[in-house]
Each structure stands twice: as C-alpha cells, then as structure tokens.
C-alpha cells in the first residue's frame, strides 16, 4: 500500500529550494546548534518514515543528511572557547541522531527487529489471555486457541482516534499484565495451599512466604527472591502495556486488512463456539480471559459479603452461656494436652509412597502405649485448609467455627467467642499453659484460647540450630514443656496446648531421637543438623519430598508418643491431631483435606465417653471410620464429656 508523506518548505529555505544564507551578523554558535537540532529531528523523522513505508532506497539520502549535519556541527564550534557547552550540546545531538538514523543505514536489520519484537509482543499478549491458573493445565494445547478478547480488542482499536486508541491499548496491557500475575499467585497457592489466590485477604500470606524462604533458604535468598518478584511484576505490567500499544499500531497502519482480518477472525469465533468445534481437545473458541476476571471479580464479592455473615455466625454458640461449673464435668481432675503437629494428614497414612513408615510407626507406638497402660481411638476430621496456614486448622477445631481464610480468622480472634481449650479455663479448675515453638514474636491469640501463660521459641531454653523453619525439635520442645509445666506439682490439673513443628516443610533437616536424658539446653542437636539433607535439594525434588515427609511425620509421632510413655499418668488425656494435609507436590492434587485425630487415656472411662462416635481402636484411624468437618470437633468433644448447651444471645 503506496504512503503519502506531505512536506512543506522550511522557513530557512528558498522559494527556489536553495538554503537561505543568514546575514554574518547572525551566524552565531547558538544559531548553528538550534540549526542542529532542527535537522536532527528532521533526519529522524524521515529516517522513521523510511522505515515504515519500506522505501530502503531513500536510506543513501538520509545518510547524507546525516553527514551533512555532522559537518555542520564540527564546523559550528570553531568560533571561541566560551562556545564549548553550545559545542558538546551540538555533538551530543549529532551523535543521537546519527544513532537513531541506524534504521536508515541498515534497513534489512530494521524490518527483522521490528517484526521479531512484534511477533514476540503478539505471543505475549496471546499468552496472556489464554495461560490458564493451574500448573496442571499448563499445557500447550491450552495456546492454540482463538481468544475473544483480541478481536474484540482489534475492533475496538480500529474505531478509536489515535489518543484514546493509545490509552485503551495501554490501560488493556496493564490489566493483562495484573491478570498474568495473579494468575501465577493462583498457580503457587493451589500447590502450596490447595486453594486459588484470594485478592482480598491474601496478599498479608506473602510477607509470612517471605519468612519462610528466610528459614528455610537463608536471608539472602529470601531477600534475592523478593527483589526478583518485585522487577518481574513491575516488567510484566510494562511490558504488557508496551506490547498491546504495539500491537494497536501494527493494527491502524493498515486498516483495510485489519478490519476484514477482524470481522473473519470473529465469525471464524463464532461458527466455532455455536458448533463446539475443538483442536488438540481443547474448544476453538476462548473467553479464558473475560471468564478469569469475571471470577476474580466472584471472589472478591463473595468475600466482601462473607465477612459480614461470618460476624452474625461468630456471635451464635451453643456454649457461649454455659456456666463453667457445666463445662466438661466429666474430665475435672484429669491433665488434659491438646496437641497438633504440623502437617499430619491423611496422606502420611494412605498415600502408597508415604504411608508404610508412618504405619509402622503408628502400630509400633499403640503398642508401646498400650504396654504402658494407655488406650487410643482414632478417626478423621476435614481441615478447614491445605497445605499451610496452620493456625486456621487450629482455630477451627478450637472454636467450632469454619475458619478457612484470614478475614475469618481475625474475626473470631477479636470475638468473645469460646474456645475449647478456654471452656477449660471458663470452669476455673484448670492451669492453662501454651507451648508454641513456632511464635517468634507478640501473640495477642493467647486471649481468645485463654491460656494463662505461652511459652514462644525464645522462652524454653533452647541453645541449639534451627531445622529449616521449625525452631527446635518436637522432642526437645515436649522436654521443656515437662521441664516448665508439666512437671511441676501443683494444685490444678493442667490443661495445655502444644504446638509441634517438626514435620513443617520443606521437611529438611529432619532431627533425630536421642537419649530423654541427654536433651540438656539441645546444643547435641548441633552435628544432627550440619549432617542432615539442604532444603533445596528436597524442595526440587518431589519423590524426596515425599520420603522426608514421611520420617519427618515419624519423628514427630514418636516423640509425641515416647513422652507420653515417659510421662503420663492415670490422669493424663491427649489429644492430637493434624492440622492440615502436606502441600498439593506431596499429597496429590487430588488428596483430601482429611487429617487423623487420636484420644488417648489410661482411664477407661475417658474413652468410653465417645463409644458412639465409632472410632477406630489404636493411633492409626481405618479407611472407613468417621469423617466429621474439623469445626463439629469442639461441640461433639464438649458434649461427650458432660458440657450442658447454653447457647449466647446476639
């Protein structure tokens, strides 16, 4: 398509089309650097112009005019030394246009780059709207699909006037570009957490990744990583932008062919969503993009209205009224332990490549506690979350409360809403103590479980390394607790909440048992550290990560399990659990969000309290026992044991 570029004479030139020869009185420095300038910018222009239509052959009169300007600007100088700034102005001007004149000079270069940065902004915007936000359906098939957003897109930018045009092109790019990040966010957080990216509540979980890279990889990685992520997002969003304003150029150089391309490419579209067609199993026609925000935009009024439904749900409890003297009468006098370990799901139980290990380990500890005159009966709850966010498990088997993101949880924690292990303290008969390993600093959940004192990472003594992320191992934190606690005499029973944090990914170093009698401060753990595996070798290998989960889901067990052999007497009561399944790499993207539950007594009488819940006998629940919802945990456990319902007025 032939292009017509208008000139007009310069207001320095001739009606005959000779230079204009000033008068010697105005042949100043100054002068010949705006007369630079002015050229500059005339060269660059027809240099672009050049370009664009193709036309090379007018490459050699652009050079010239290059030369020409460079001569100027060698000459201009030559008058004085206080010329020198007006000198190195003019040169630096010649340079820039001699730099940006190289299209004129290489032509063929040109025409490659451009339409190799074309293609790729093309792929990019392409790539954008059709990247699905799983790391399963990250798949190439997924690409070869016709997205409604661009052709929409293409006749919006051919009916707009250039400004707006540019502006639309722009601000598309960006909310691209935002749509590409989140969708990666999603991506991480179904293989960490089992559940898409919430944009609302989640980005605080960021800063908690952050640390945990910290641990487990060291600061400077951690650092490393968050300046990486902070350029790629700020690149992805420019990018985007600079990509889609490309593109709506390309589209108006001719706008004859774009717009019979985009009334083809729509019907094309059409016939192929009316008829279903697909290529490669995947259907031709795609709105993921459209759909992507149509859900994003779901999620974000979805929670907005949750927030105010789970307030009313927080105020209602069948126990909120019920005097202490009608709390859990049938365990008055008994030291009650709750207890959870960190990512103890049904997977270390059932998974093929998991489960042997931690099967014999379970077997072996029932009869080990069984030989010292305890009982088990065990079965399944489903955790409120996946893969991490522990405290959400915690607080929902605590409070009897679904609590399965952020906005919930600090809800309920600002509520007077009873908590299981505060009914205890509500009867006035008990010592209530926390032993938190993983709390590295100010805890203001200590209220809301109603627990007299918490014991953080820094307050039990402990000299020797962390574990990746776990502060110290579970037996030396089940030691102190012995040491601080439990084994003091006193003239309450004492109700405990305990913490262990061993089997928390990424499950590298994983300590190993020693002597009850050795623990001293835990400097011995030392050696066991420096000669355990490096998290970055499990972390990139899934088989592994699999097996060290595994011994770390052992570990913790019997450690549990041999201080409570240790330890325990007829009126001890433990129950743990799990607070949620490992992340999706480990369990499976199909695994459930089952974790095992245990009580365990020397009193007959404790367990004969939940006959009726048909529990499987010993530590390790059967396929079939029980499934209840981690949050009827609290009301069934009160209930079984004596507690009267006086439900609380809004």
């Known amino acids: 398509m032939p292009v017509f570029t208008r000139f007009r004479r310069p207001p320095d030139t001739a009606a005959d089309g000779t230079a204009a020869v000033p008068p010697a009185s105005e042949e100043t420095p100054e002068g010949a650097a705006e007369a630079v300038l002015e050229r500059a910018v005339t060269d660059t222009a027809a240099s672009d112009t050049a370009v664009t239509a193709e ?4 490459s050699a009169v652009a050079d010239k005019a290059t030369s020409d300007t460079a001569d100027t600007a060698e000459a201009a100088p030559g008058a004085s030394e206080g010329d020198a700034p007006t000198t190195a102005k003019a040169r630096l001007i010649t340079r820039l246009a001699h730099w940006r004149s190289w299209r004129t000079r290489h032509p063929t270069a040109a025409r490659v780059l451009y339409w190799t940065i074309t293609a790729l902004a093309a792929v990019l915007v392409l790539g954008a709207m059709l990247m699905p936000n799983t790391v399963a359906t990250l798949q190439p098939n ?44 999603d ?24 640390s945990y890279v910290a641990d487990s990889m060291g600061r400077t990685t951690a650092v490393a990583a968050a300046v990486g992520a902070v350029v790629l997002v700020v690149l992805t969003l420019v990018l985007m932008a600079l990509a889609t304003v490309r593109l709506s150029n390309l589209l108006v150089r001719d706008t004859r062919t774009a717009t019979r391309a985009t009334l083809i490419a729509g019907t094309v579209w059409i016939t192929c969503s009316t008829l279903g067609l697909q290529f490669n199993g995947m259907p031709i026609a795609s709105d993921r993009a459209a759909g992507a925000l149509k859900t994003q935009a779901w999620r974000v009024k979805t929670t907005l209205r949750d927030e105010a439904a789970f307030q009313k749900e927080a105020k209602a409890d069948q126990f909120g009224d019920t005097p202490g003297d009608q709390l859990v009468p049938d365990l008055r006098g008994k030291d009650m332990i709750f207890t959870f370990i960190e990512s103890y799901g049904r997977s270390a139980i059932e998974d093929p490549g998991i489960a042997p290990g931690v099967d014999r380990t379970l077997d072996r500890s029932t009869a080990a506690l069984k030989k010292a005159g305890f009982r088990a009966k065990s079965g399944w709850l489903t955790s409120a979350t996946y893969g991490g966010s522990s405290w959400l498990g915690h607080s929902t088997t605590m409070s009897g409360l679904w609590i399965d993101n952020q906005q919930r949880y600090r809800t309920v924690m600002s509520s007077d809403h009873l908590s299981l292990t505060k009914a205890f303290k509500k009867t006035g008969a008990w010592d209530t103590v926390g032993v938190m390993p993983g709390v590295q600093k100010g805890w203001p959940e200590q209220s809301f479980y109603g627990l007299d004192k918490v014991y953080n990472a820094f307050q039990m003594g402990y000299k020797g390394p962390k574990f990746s992320w776990s502060t110290m191992p579970d037996q030396y934190t089940l030691e102190a607790f012995q040491r601080l606690e439990h084994g003091k005499k006193r003239d309450k029973p004492l109700m405990s909440e305990i913490i262990l944090t061993s089997s928390h990914q990424p499950w590298s170093p994983i300590p190993k048992m020693v ?54 007497n007829d009126d001890t009561v433990l129950v743990f659990l799990g607070d949620h399944q490992p992340i999706a790499r480990v369990s499976g993207n199909h695994a459930s969000r089952d974790v095992p539950v245990s009580i365990v007594a020397k009193d007959p009488k404790v367990l004969d309290k939940i006959a009726g819940w048909n529990w499987s006998e010993g530590l390790r629940p059967a396929k079939n026992a029980p499934v209840w919802k981690m949050s009827s945990f609290r009301d069934r456990f009160l209930t079984a044991y004596g507690s009267t319902p006086h439900p609380s007025k809004d």
Do not use: C
């Open 142 to 185: 997924r690409f070869t699909r016709l997205p409604a957003e661009a052709i929409i897109g293409a006749a919006a930018m051919l009916a707009l006037p250039r400004r707006p045009r540019m502006i639309l092109a722009a601000f598309s790019g960006a909310v691209l570009g935002a749509l590409t990040i989140v969708n990666f966010l």
């Open 187 to 210: 991506m991480g957080f179904r293989e960490y957490l089992g559940r898409s990216f919430n944009l609302i509540l989640d980005w605080s979980l960021l800063d908690d990744a952050q």
């Open 55 to 58: 036309a090379a052959p007018e």
């Open 515 to 568: 002597g009850w009698d050795q623990l001293g401060d835990g400097s011995l753990f030392g050696p066991i550290q420096k000669a355990g595996t490096h998290p970055s070798d499990i972390i990139t290998d899934s088989t592994r990560s699999k097996q060290e989960y595994g011994k770390s889901v052992q570990y913790s067990v019997t450690s549990l399990t041999q201080w409570l052999e240790r330890y325990g």
